[in-house]
């Protein structure tokens, strides 16, 4: 095995390069993934543009597609050269959050508490997946192996896309029978349209300004959509409700008109679930929020995680009761992974999601 591998290792804000790095070595807990496909995320252009702080000189990418390559000591249950996916989140198992059921929360215990997305480690805290290898932490709270059945691409959107918005319909609390709009139909806001599907909801709603992604959003489930450059989205989701609103808003895109978008469509005692990633200050407009007394709930959620959300995620895409294969519209080569950045970070030629492989 050679001793040095090609990642994109994040400069400054503004430049993610591929350079070179040492493979990492591999202690008692730890796997070592020889990754096959991994991708880009929205995320991953918020850390580009500077707007989420990350250490320089950090390997990006949290979306781990591969190959065991090597074994800590104490790792059980697995063995070198098994197909494995691991989440975006990679919880200890052992920390005060994890123990009580918020692994995503996952993080060191100390007397100032825990650290705030402590669960989120690859391309925010350790190094991150693209890169030709990745050493995934705590492997056996992490590691799921990935049927023989199952490509790649299938399984790519499991650690983060997938489970993140599936997590926003769960954590909506969506019940059989209940309508549901999905405000911004990118990657997440696709998933999360597919999860209320799966949830129950009778009445989907998915709104985006692109006709493209609209139409893509009925394969995943919606039942009516909504152009914003067509329609006025609140005023149209009140006509389709007959002036009720919605049981459920999910706002996938991470923005003030949106999130209050979202908060205007709510019937009383309905749930904003936000699965945005924010880089300014929220406002909670006083009439949307009925002053504080309309029963609202407002929930966030970060992806979960660990092996047992990902064998799940893996059952859903076996059963085929959801295809995600139309999300990815782009294909690179780790060696063009600057192009690709360049490519998603602007949202150019229709693109969802870029598969990267190594070769």
């Known amino acids: 095995m050679p001793a040095r591998m090609k990642a994109a290792i994040f400069v400054e804000p503004g430049r993610i390069v591929l350079d070179e790095k040492p493979i990492p070595d591999v202690g008692p807990t730890d796997a070592l993934i020889r990754i096959t496909t991994t991708t880009i995320c929205g995320t991953d252009v918020h850390i580009l543009k500077g707007e989420y702080p990350v250490d320089r000189g950090l390997t990006i990418g949290h979306e781990p597609v591969g190959v065991i390559e090597k074994l800590g000591s104490a790792v059980r249950g697995y063995h070198e050269g098994q ?16 123990l009580d059921g918020y692994h995503s929360q996952c993080g060191p215990d100390c007397k100032h508490g825990f650290k705030p997305l402590g669960g989120w480690r ?8 693209q890169a ?9 709270a992490n590691l799921a192996p990935v ?14 896309i997938m489970s993140t918005g599936f997590g926003g319909a769960e954590s909506g609390n969506i019940r059989i029978g209940d309508t549901v709009v999905v405000f911004a139909q990118g990657p997440i806001g696709l998933c999360a349209t597919a999860g209320a599907k799966l949830k129950g909801a009778t009445s989907i709603i998915a709104v985006d300004g692109l006709d493209a992604r ?27 409700t007959d002036g009720r609103g919605v049981d459920v808003a999910i706002e996938a895109l991470g923005r003030q008109a949106t999130f209050e978008a979202a908060l205007r469509v ?7 679930s936000s699965l945005g990633v924010y880089s300014d200050d929220l406002r909670l407009p006083l009439g949307p929020f009925l002053a504080g007394l309309g029963d609202h709930k407002i929930i966030t959620t970060l992806c ?12 859903v895409i076996a059963s085929g009761r959801v295809d995600l294969k139309p999300l990815v519209t782009h294909r690179y080569k780790l060696d063009d992974i600057e192009a690709a950045y360049e490519l998603f970070a602007h949202q150019r030629d ?8 190594p070769f």
Do not use: W
């Not at 197909?83 to 959050?97: D, H, K, L, M």
């Not at 660990?306 to 059952?315: A, P, V, Y």
């Open 266 to 272: 709510l019937r009383p005692g309905g749930t904003l």
């Open 147 to 160: 049927p023989d059945f199952l490509t790649d691409e299938q399984v790519l959107m499991c650690p983060d």
């Open 132 to 140: 030709e290898y990745v050493l995934v932490p705590d492997a056996q």
């Open 214 to 240: 609209l139409e893509v959003s009925r394969q995943m489930g919606a039942d009516h959509v909504i152009n914003i450059n067509k329609l006025d989205p609140v005023d149209e989701i009140m006509r389709l």
């Open 83 to 98: 197909r494995v996916i691991a989440g975006a989140i990679c919880p200890s198992g052992q920390s005060n959050a994890d």
């Open 304 to 315: 979960p995680g660990g092996k047992e959300r990902m064998r799940r995620l893996m059952n």
């Open 122 to 129: 690859f391309g925010n805290t350790i190094d991150g997946t």
């Open 350 to 357: 229709g693109v969802l999601k870029v598969a990267i492989t």
